[in-house]
C-alpha cells in the first residue's frame, strides 16, 4: 500500500479532524465534515482498489452504511433513556425498568447529535488505517523505544499473517476434498497453521538474532539513562506535589519543567545510538503543504477568537427545547478543508522534482 501523503501529514489531519469534531455541536457542520470524510474514505480506497484488485478491505460506501447504523442506534438508546426535553413522542409503561417515560424529540436530536460524531471519529481513522501501512505509523515511535517498535510490528501484524495462513491451508484441504463437517475436520486445519505457526517463529527469531536484536548496547549509557529517566521523574512528581501549596507554585512549575526537560534529553541521548536505515524516504509534496494549510485553516476557525466571525453557530443543544441550529458560510467552507486529502497527486515529472526530501 503506497499512501499518497507523508505519514506526519496524515497524522496532523487526524489529529485536526478529531478537534474539529469534538469542538462543535451543530448537526450542519457535523454533516458536512462526515461528507468530506466520507468522500476522502472513498478516494483512498478507490486508490487502493486500482492498485490491488483483490484487496478485502476496500467495501464500496460502508462508511456511509456504519454511519446511518450508528446514528441510528445513538438515537434510539438516547431517546429510551434520556427523560429531558419538552417535545414528547410518546410515552412507554411506567413498569418497564429503567425505559418506562416520555419518549422526546430532544433526546432522540441528541442521540443523532452524539451518533454523527462517533461516525465521523470512527471514518477518519478508519480512513487512516485503510491508507496508512503498519509501518509506517510504527517508525513515528520515537528511537528511544526501537525495541518496542519492533515488538508492535511483530504483534500488528501477527493477524493478518495468520488469518492468510488460515485461508491457505483451507484451500489446500478443500481441493484435497476435505469438508469440515464436525470438531475431528479441524484438525487438519489447526496442524499446519501450529506448525507454519512456529517456523515463522523460528525464523523470526533467527532473523533478529542475525541482526543483533537486544544485543549488549553498552552498560554504561544505558545505567545514566535509567538514572536521568528516574530523577527526571523526581523532578516532575515533586514539582507537582509543589504546586499544590499556593506559596510554591513558582517553584513547582520550574520543578516540573526541569524534571520534563532531563526526560526528554534522557530519551534524546539514548536515541542518538540507535540507528535507523530505510529502503525507502518519505517525501514532502506541494499537496502535503496544502493539507497542513486547510488543517491550520480550520482549527484556527474553530477554535481561535475572531472579532468578524460570530462562532455562537459552533455550539448547539436540543434541550430544553429543539430549534433549528444557526448557520455560517465561513464556517461551514472551512470544515471542506478537510476533503483535500482526496485531491489525487500526479505523478509527472514536474511533481517529482517539486518533492522536498523529510528531515527523517
Known amino acids: 500500500m503506497n499512501p499518497t501523503l507523508n505519514t506526519w501529514t496524515w497524522v496532523i489531519w487526524l489529529s485536526s479532524t478529531l478537534v474539529v469534531i469534538w469542538s462543535t455541536r451543530n448537526p450542519i457542520y457535523l454533516g458536512l465534515i462526515l461528507l468530506t470524510l466520507i468522500c476522502v474514505w472513498l478516494s483512498a480506497a478507490t486508490r487502493i482498489n486500482k492498485q490491488y484488485p483483490d484487496s478485502r478491505s476496500t467495501i464500496p460506501f460502508s462508511p456511509v452504511r456504519i454511519s446511518v447504523f ?28 429503567f425505559l418506562g417515560g416520555p419518549v422526546t424529540l430532544e433526546g432522540l436530536a ?82 499446519p497453521l501450529l506448525i507454519g505457526g512456529l517456523e515463522r517463529a523460528m525464523g523470526l527469531a533467527e532473523t533478529m538474532t542475525a541482526r543483533g536484536f537486544a544485543g549488549d548496547e553498552g552498560k554504561p549509557l544505558w545505567t545514566r539513562s535509567r538514572v536521568g529517566l528516574v530523577f527526571g521523574l523526581l523532578f516532575l512528581l515533586t514539582g507537582w506535589l ?97 476533503v483535500i486529502p482526496a485531491i489525487k497527486k500526479s505523478n509527472s515529472n514536474s511533481d517529482l522534482h517539486n518533492q522536498i526530501r523529510s528531515d527523517d
Open 70 to 97: 450508528i446514528i441510528f442506534f445513538s438515537a434510539i438508546f438516547n431517546g429510551l433513556i434520556s427523560r429531558f426535553g419538552n417535545t414528547p413522542l410518546f410515552y412507554l409503561p411506567e413498569w418497564i425498568p
Open 242 to 338: 509543589f504546586q499544590l501549596i499556593p506559596a510554591l507554585q513558582v517553584v513547582g512549575i520550574i520543578t516540573s519543567s526541569f524534571g520534563l526537560c532531563l526526560i526528554f534529553y534522557t530519551l534524546w541521548t539514548v536515541g542518538k545510538r540507535v540507528q535507523r536505515s530505510h529502503y525507502r524516504r518519505e517525501t514532502w509534496t506541494y499537496l502535503d503543504m496544502f493539507v497542513i494549510i486547510g488543517c491550520a485553516l480550520i482549527l484556527s476557525i474553530y477554535l481561535l477568537p475572531f472579532l468578524w466571525l460570530d462562532k455562537s453557530s459552533i455550539a448547539y443543544n436540543p434541550y430544553p427545547i429543539i430549534t433549528l441550529p444557526q448557520f455560517d458560510i465561513l464556517i461551514a467552507l472551512a470544515s471542506f478543508m478537510l
Open 110 to 191: 441528541f442521540g443523532v447529535i452524539n451518533g454523527m460524531v462517533l461516525s465521523g471519529i470512527l471514518i477518519a481513522f478508519m480512513t487512516v488505517n485503510l491508507t496508512l501501512p503498519a509501518r509506517s505509523l510504527i517508525r513515528l515511535i520515537p528511537r528511544a523505544f526501537y525495541p518496542l517498535a519492533v515488538v508492535t510490528s511483530i504483534a500488528v501484524t501477527f493477524l493478518p499473517n495468520t488469518t492468510r495462513q488460515v485461508d491457505e491451508i483451507r484451500e489446500s484441504q478443500a481441493i484435497r476434498g476435505h469438508r469440515v463437517r464436525g470438531l475431528k475436520d479441524w484438525l487438519p486445519l489447526i496442524m
